[in-house]
């Protein structure tokens, strides 16, 4: 059972910029996909950011240009968030898909306000 914890989130103003970091218990395979999903108050989950094999990457719309997905060869897995919106207040969490299961971890809140 892997475990997922994001870290980073905070309060920043607007036009500020966070990074958001996502430790995984053991190491996972390149060929596994990992992604960011947000949740903001009142709102459903949606789509940010992931990460798939060969470090191909895809973005919502609303963070294209502004946010950055990477990992790195074992556990982690980032999202650089520049530019930032009071609508990019939500909660963020770490994703993982592996074969037919997936994994989110407990989440990490982000607030942009000023």
């Known amino acids: 059972q892997v475990q997922l914890v994001e870290s980073g989130g905070g309060w920043v103003q607007p036009g500020g910029s966070l990074t958001l970091a996502c430790a995984a218990s053991?190491?996972?395979?390149?060929?596994?996909?990992m992604g960011w999903i947000r949740q903001a108050p009142g709102k459903e989950r949606e789509f940010v950011a992931l990460i798939s094999s060969g470090g191909r990457t895809n973005y919502a719309d609303s963070v294209k240009g502004r946010f950055t997905i990477s990992r790195d060869n074992n556990r982690m897995m980032y999202l650089q968030m520049n530019s930032l919106k009071p609508e990019d207040t939500a909660v963020y969490y770490c994703?993982?898909?592996?074969?037919?299961?997936?994994?989110w971890g407990q989440g990490t809140q982000v607030t942009v306000s000023s």
């Open positions: 053991e190491s996972i395979s390149r060929a596994n996909t």
């Open positions: 994703r993982l898909w592996s074969g037919p299961l997936d994994y």
